[in-house]
């Protein structure tokens, strides 16, 4: 299947932002946001938690328990990979799942 030109657009558009800015991973597992509303991956929200307690964007004072997942995120992830994978964007769908581990 081939891929028009605004569809494949609008699949890198959302990709772009399905991304930690922190780690820059695709976020397939929930990401998390934090009070400040800032979205981290897990991996990322933890370290900032553990070793800074503030938001590595805008250095707000955060706390584990304050922060929650997002997991409607990780959906939309998952759907633009299979989607990536549809139109045989190979080199997107590889950038998922190397994310994935």
Request: one cysteine or more; charged letters at 25%; aromatic letters at 8%.
């Amino acid at each position: 299947m081939v891929c028009s030109t605004s569809e494949s657009e609008l699949l890198l558009l959302i990709s772009r932002e399905l991304k930690c800015p922190v780690c820059t991973n695709v976020f397939i597992n929930d990401p998390f946001s934090f009070s400040c509303g800032h979205t981290l991956c897990y991996s990322c929200m933890e370290e900032s938690v553990e070793r800074m307690g503030c938001c590595p964007l805008c250095r707000a004072k955060v706390h584990k328990r304050s922060s929650f997942r997002v997991p409607l995120l990780g959906d939309i992830a998952k759907l633009v990979k299979a989607e990536a994978r549809k139109y045989r964007w190979e080199e997107m769908a590889t950038q998922f799942e190397y994310t994935q581990r």
